[in-house]
């Protein structure tokens, strides 16, 4: 397979909600590249990147999916991503080591809730981004109602460099407005016939492209300046400030069409060589080098595959050059690892490649204990990359072997699976015993259980989902003294500690803030320390049911200590004593996790879901109808979400559908003490 520069290397991840068409948008793009022949269908469950069983039943992306194609003598390297909320973490570890990525809207729906999700996920990662309204074919679509939705709900610059040719059914092609152009599609054919822009459209092509121009020339000082004295832009001059644009995230350019019918998919991967970043583009953020393949070589693992037959690490490769056969070191670990071979990856296919250089994405078949985030890099230049953050479980269920001679089948099989994925935690329970597994959402661990059941084998019974409940302090206390004083033979142990607690300003988003006001040295500071480091350990079981607690604010305001028995150890002591009385002596708040949760139902059914939530204690804060549908958003507790998705297609005869997105903490009712 071909070597290309790192110039003409493109490393993108689709974005969207669930059901916009980021998988039907992918296997376009497979097609239409060669990199394979026939259309997959995510209705018929034929498509490359949805190759998971449980994928293609559920009809949704669940695992990320990394594929490779040419086009325009450009590689681009691809990962579909999930849309649906209980897996994004998938698309966090994604975006950590992608260069740019393609948004795709409903035309229908605009801006739906998980597309705000990850549009702020790529914004943590400062991931360029092109735009795709999608469906464009769909009655109701309105491209216009869907860029309005882009301005407004996630804070950018739209830029549309496209006009539709025809509407719902009608809908045939696009006007490229950069290049005054019209690309149609005649029904069934799999490239467009390049035409002059239809008379009908010209009036509203002229009107648009000017508006265009007016914007970019506000954004791009270089634009400004051929268009003062000019009066227009150029068709290269306006591509070299949209990708200038697009780069910083000044703006966004959108482009539109409908991937189910193959059209618009040719000029989307235009834009992606046009617009989106080579990783020589990209500035080295913190820990990392520029994209070169002369340099130390440099990786990051971001992804795990531990399957019966062996183990793949995904990486992204940064700098250097790696080649079967290489040994590398895995900083994170300790360890040094030895590269057997290198995959190009085609979803579950695979192309093995003797090298693999800066820029490139594909996996290693090898290292044996390198997890996600783990830097790989050659031995005499070690390294640590960034890794991608982990979110922290919010629900939790207990799981056993139904057969006592499978307990062990069933460690080895857990472990397995949160070292594919770090967002599933195991722990055992100390109290009951009990083996218990938490994740991101209901979905999410019915989806990990039922990887237990078909990939290994096993009988599992499940108990039911927990919720990850925090505790917090209301009203705090002042002046708590506590003295530990421990004289046992030998060395003693003395320290002597007065502490406030108080609650944060944000007690749900803030999780603990340390001071010390002493003076006159009465605690000298790495003692100081050893008192913050001791209350630390006090958070993570609090007074109510053991739970952590967040949202504390803890002074150190007076201290003393012995000339020979005070340690860093006995004050690290006092400290988590001491605020251990003290959250018993304040009053304390249990929090519940909630969740935003979007519903969408017949216009008829309205009545019976609003009524439903109520008895969820939900809380209503948006409803909107249109077109016959009603769309609720709601503010509810994650635990009363459990068995909502079959109580809802039940009052809706099956149309209903809903959205959920992690929205903190909030007071539960009657857990408080004082």
């Given at each position: ?75 681009v390297n691809l990962i579909d991503t999930p849309g649906h909320v209980d897996f994004s973490d998938e698309v966090e570890r994604s975006l950590r080591v992608l260069d ?126 051929e268009f003062c004295g000019e009066d227009a832009l150029s068709a290269d001059t306006l591509t070299g400030a949209l990708r200038d644009l697009t780069l910083t995230g ?44 002369e340099a130390p070589f440099t990786a990051l693992a971001f992804k795990v595959n531990a399957t019966a037959t062996g183990r793949m690490t995904y990486v992204r490769v ?357």
């Open positions: 397979m071909r070597t290309h520069p790192v110039d003409r290397v493109r490393n993108l991840g689709i974005l969207a909600h669930v059901d916009a068409g980021k998988t039907t948008v992918t296997e376009r793009i497979l097609y239409l590249t060669g990199a394979t022949h026939r259309r997959g269908e995510v209705h018929d469950g034929t498509t490359v990147t949805d190759f998971d069983p449980q994928e293609r039943d559920r009809g949704i992306t669940i695992f990320a999916a990394a594929v490779s194609c040419d086009w325009a003598g450009h590689r740019g990525a393609v948004a795709v809207f409903d035309a229908v729906a605009g801006v739906e809730p998980q597309s705000e999700t990850v549009w702020r996920q790529a914004d943590r990662h400062g991931v360029p981004r092109i735009a795709f309204v999608n469906k464009l074919d769909r009655a109701g679509a309105d491209l216009d109602g869907a860029v309005e939705s882009i301005r407004t709900r996630l804070g950018t610059v739209p830029l549309p460099v496209q006009l539709p040719v025809g509407r719902e059914d009608g809908f045939t092609g696009v006007v490229d407005l950069v290049r005054m152009r019209a690309y149609v599609w005649a029904d069934g054919a799999d490239t467009y016939t390049d035409l002059p822009v239809p008379d009908d459209l010209g009036d509203e092509a002229r009107r648009r492209r000017r508006h265009l121009e007016e914007t970019v020339a506000e954004l791009h000082p270089g634009a400004l300046e000044e703006a966004v350019v959108v482009l539109c069409g409908s991937a189910y019918r193959n059209r618009g998919v040719e000029p989307l991967l235009d834009a992606v060589v046009a617009y989106l970043p080579a990783p020589s583009d990209m500035p080295p953020v913190r820990g990392e080098v520029p994209a070169d393949p940064y700098a250097g050059t790696i080649g079967k056969g290489d040994t590398v070191l895995d900083t994170v670990g300790g360890r040094t690892e030895r590269i057997a071979r290198i995959l190009r990856v085609q979803a579950d296919r695979a192309t093995e490649v003797d090298t693999a250089r800066a820029g490139d994405i594909v996996a290693v078949v090898g290292p044996k204990g390198a997890r996600a985030g783990a830097t790989l890099c050659a031995r005499d230049a070690p390294i640590v990359l960034e890794p991608p953050t982990t979110a922290d479980p919010v629900v939790s269920v207990a799981v056993e072997a139904r057969r006592s001679t499978d307990t062990g089948r069933l460690a080895t099989a857990l472990a397995r699976l949160s070292e594919e994925d770090p967002s599933l935690v195991v722990r055992s329970d100390p109290e009951t015993g009990q083996t218990v597994l938490s994740g991101l959402g209901e979905l999410h661990l019915e989806v990990a259980v039922e990887k237990l059941r078909r990939d290994r084998g096993l009988e599992v019974a499940v108990g039911r989902p927990q919720v990850a409940y925090r505790e917090t302090v209301a009203k705090g206390v002042t002046g708590l003294l506590h003295r530990h004083v421990k004289q046992d033979g030998g060395a003693g142990q003395f320290a002597h500690v007065v502490i406030d607690v108080e609650p944060l300003a944000d007690a749900q988003d803030a999780e603990f803030a340390f001071a010390s006001t002493v003076t006159g040295g009465r605690v000298p500071q790495e003692y100081v320390r050893a008192v913050e480091a001791g209350c630390r350990d006090a958070l993570l079981e609090g007074p109510l049911g053991g739970h952590p607690v967040t949202g504390v604010r803890v002074t150190l305001t007076d201290g003393a200590t012995h000339p020979k028995d005070s340690s860093e150890m006995a004050f690290r002591t006092a400290g988590r004593f001491a605020l251990r009385e003290a959250l018993r002596a304040s009053v304390m708040t249990l929090l519940e996790p909630v969740a935003d949760v979007t519903v969408t139902v017949p216009a008829e059914s309205v009545g019976s879901v609003l009524g439903d939530l109520a008895a969820r204690r939900g809380r209503v804060s948006d409803q909107t109808t249109r077109g016959g549908t009603a769309v609720v958003a709601a503010t509810v507790p994650l635990a009363e979400l459990f068995g909502y998705a079959s109580r809802l297609r039940g009052r809706t005869q099956g149309r209903g559908t809903f959205t959920t997105r992690p929205a903190g903490y909030a007071p539960a009712p009657g857990g408080r003490t004082g």
